[in-house]
């Protein structure tokens, strides 16, 4: 009697424990931060103003303020479908972004400024959103191998981001490059 | 600051002070205490800071006569040392 019952406990545990696996958050795990906090258009509004070239930007922050303004420019041609300019733009924003990565390697939610202002700092997902707007551009051109190449970077630095900071916005474009990278033949 | 403003206010530098996200109040208050007198526009918001991206208070910015942002100070600076007057008065030459 003692067997059996301990047998049915036993069969109910394995079953009670998967079931509640999807429920109970792993303990750590914090939610990814939502798409209405971090995404393109809130970083591009919090850098608009005083435009940082190259040859000024003295600190990571004047770098990064200076990539994200590139790539605002880059998004306009883009949306206009004006794709030599907005390759230009997206490849300068991601020469601020390269000489920040020498300094950074991460991204955050909530990067302070200074005491009482976070900026939403982003880099690896910037660059990331750049190679794969670049690689869409590829595409549309007929340039299928670059733009392979180019979805591969962007994939590099999407699950980078991802490392630094889980984002909705970061899962997405995951989403969105695992679907425009071929599998390996 | 306060000494050096008025040898150069009858040069024709104009001098703003920018207050961020501090009320009137405070400002005044500040301003009494340190027996300052040159104008301080109040940015309530912080949208100025923002759009001049400045992260270190204080930043200072030198502006031309065509408006164009030329220089841009950070931290706390002797105003008086030739290297920021010798900018000023190249800037205020032009035309």
């Known amino acids: 009697m003692k067997e059996k019952c301990f047998a049915l406990f036993l069969v109910i545990s394995c079953l009670a424990f998967p079931g509640c696996a999807g429920v109970t958050p792993i303990a750590g795990e914090k939610p990814p931060v939502p798409v209405q906090?971090?995404?393109?258009?809130a970083v591009?509004?919090?850098?608009?103003?005083?435009e940082f070239v190259w040859e000024n930007a003295k600190d990571v922050r004047d770098f990064?303020?200076?990539?994200?303004?590139?790539?605002?420019?880059?998004?306009?041609?883009?949306?206009?479908?004006?794709?030599p300019e907005a390759m230009k733009f997206y490849q300068s924003s991601?020469?601020?972004?390269?000489?920040?990565?020498?300094?950074?390697?991460?991204?955050?939610?909530?990067?302070?400024?200074?005491?009482?202002?976070?900026?939403?700092?982003?880099?690896?997902?910037?660059?990331?959103?750049?190679?794969?707007?670049?690689?869409?551009?590829?595409?549309?051109?007929?340039?299928?191998?670059?733009a392979q190449s180019s979805f591969k970077r962007a994939q590099t630095f999407v699950r980078k981001s991802l490392q630094s900071?889980?984002?909705?916005?970061?899962?997405?474009?995951?989403?969105?490059?695992?679907?425009?990278?071929e599998p390996k033949k | 600051m306060e000494k050096f403003y008025?040898?150069?206010?009858?040069?024709?530098?104009?001098?703003?002070?920018?207050?961020?996200?501090?009320?009137?109040?405070?400002?005044?208050?500040?301003?009494?205490?340190?027996?300052l007198h040159f104008p301080v526009l109040l940015d309530k918001t912080g949208g100025v800071e923002r759009l001049f991206g400045v992260w270190v208070h204080p930043t200072a910015y030198?502006?031309?006569?065509?408006?164009?942002?030329?220089?841009?100070?950070?931290?706390?600076?002797?105003?008086?040392?030739?290297?920021?007057?010798?900018?000023?008065d190249q800037l205020l030459k032009e035309r």
Do not use: H
């Not at chain 1, 303020?65 to 479908?81: H, I, L, N």
């Not at chain 2, 040898?7 to 027996?35: D, H």
């Not at chain 2, 030198?62 to 000023?88: E, H, K, P």
């Open chain 2, 6 to 35: 008025p040898q150069y206010q009858s040069k024709g530098l104009i001098f703003y002070r920018i207050s961020a996200k501090e009320t009137r109040e405070a400002v005044s208050k500040f301003m009494e205490k340190e027996s």
């Open chain 1, 165 to 181: 900071e889980r984002t909705e916005w970061g899962l997405s474009l995951d989403k969105d490059l695992s679907n425009l990278v």
């Open chain 1, 64 to 83: 990064y303020r200076g990539g994200v303004q590139q790539k605002a420019k880059a998004e306009k041609q883009f949306q206009q479908k004006a794709y």
């Open chain 2, 62 to 88: 030198l502006i031309n006569r065509q408006a164009v942002v030329c220089y841009r100070i950070m931290g706390v600076s002797d105003w008086a040392d030739v290297r920021i007057t010798s900018v000023i």
């Open chain 1, 94 to 146: 991601n020469d601020f972004f390269t000489k920040l990565s020498q300094y950074m390697e991460e991204d955050y939610a909530e990067y302070p400024l200074f005491e009482g202002t976070n900026i939403l700092f982003f880099p690896n997902l910037l660059t990331a959103d750049n190679y794969l707007k670049m690689g869409m551009i590829y595409r549309e051109t007929g340039r299928e191998g670059s």
């Open chain 1, 37 to 41: 906090t971090a995404n393109l258009k």
């Open chain 1, 44 to 50: 591009l509004q919090e850098n608009e103003g005083l």
